[in-house]
Nanobody, 123 residues
Framework: QVQLVESGGGLVQAGGSLRLSCAAS????????MGWFRQAPEKEREFLAA????????RYADSVKGRFTMSRDNNKNTVYLQMDSLKPEDTAIYYC????????????????WGQGTQVTVSS
C-alpha cells in the first residue's frame, strides 16, 4: 500500500506561481511512475504530467506545457509540480498518483491516489 500526501496548494493571483509536493510512503518509490492530475468542479479528472520511476523527461498535457514543470527526488520519495503563469482556469483540486504502469497515467488510471490539494487562482 502506497500512501501519497500532497501539499503546497493555496490561493494565488493570476500570473503567480505555486509549487506542489507529493510525498510517498513507499520504500520502493522508484518502482512507480508518478503523475499529476486535477479536477475542477463538474469536470472530469484531467491528466497533467507524468514521469517514469527512474526519472527522465516528464510528459505534459498541452494545457500546461511550458507553464508547469514536474520533477521527482527519489532520495526523498517526493514528486513536485512547479506551476508558473497560473490562470483562473487552473483552479481545481490537484492530485498526485502512483502507477506501476507508466502509460496508464495518460488515461488517468493509477494504482494509488493522494487526497488532493486545492489550488485557487484569482483573476
Amino acid at each position: 500500500q502506497v500512501q501519497l500526501v500532497e501539499s503546497g496548494g493555496g490561493l494565488v493571483q493570476a500570473g503567480g506561481s505555486l509549487r506542489l509536493s507529493c510525498a510517498a510512503s513507499e520504500r520502493t518509490f522508484t518502482s512507480y511512475a508518478m503523475g499529476w492530475f486535477r479536477q475542477a468542479p463538474e469536470k472530469e479528472r484531467e491528466f497533467l504530467a507524468a514521469i517514469r520511476g527512474g526519472g527522465g523527461t516528464p510528459r505534459y498535457a498541452d494545457s500546461v506545457k511550458g507553464r508547469f514543470t514536474m520533477s521527482r527526488d527519489n532520495n526523498k520519495n517526493t514528486v513536485y509540480l512547479q506551476m508558473d503563469s497560473l490562470k483562473p482556469e487552473d483552479t481545481a483540486i490537484y492530485y498526485c498518483a502512483a502507477s506501476i504502469n507508466y502509460y496508464s497515467l495518460y488515461s488517468s488510471t493509477a494504482d494509488y491516489w493522494g487526497q488532493g490539494t486545492q489550488v485557487t487562482v484569482s483573476s
